[in-house]
């Protein structure tokens, strides 16, 4: 069983930055491509941006350029790191396997951009 732990958000003014970390618990994290997922109020959760084993990274249309995911598998720790935050970036952001596994969600790190 992957236990996945998100963190880094909080309350952001708009053009702000934050930095999410997700620590999984176990090894095989560095051999599997991970993802940023986010859910805002009322819509479907949504990937945002992938990396693979090898350091190959894909982003969403709403986020490229400002958005940038990392891996450190010495530590089985995914990150992301926002940058010129703005309202529609408010949501839920969690961290999973590409395609996500179902039984690894976890509670995910509030993320609200608000003057």
């Known amino acids: 069983q992957v236990q996945l732990v998100e963190s880094g958000g909080g309350l952001v003014q708009p053009g702000g930055s934050l930095r999410l970390s997700c620590a999984a618990s176990?090894?095989?994290?560095?051999?599997?491509?991970w993802g940023w997922y986010r859910q805002a109020p009322g819509k479907e959760r949504e990937l945002v941006a992938t990396i693979a084993s090898g350091g190959r990274t894909t982003y969403g249309d709403s986020v490229k350029g400002r958005f940038t995911i990392s891996r450190d598998n010495a530590f089985n720790t995914l990150y992301l790191q926002m940058n010129w935050l703005n309202p529609d970036d408010t949501a839920v952001y969690y961290c999973n396997h590409v395609p996500a596994t179902n039984n690894y969600w976890g509670q995910g790190t509030q993320v609200t951009v608000s003057p």
């Open positions: 176990a090894s095989i994290f560095r051999f599997n491509t």
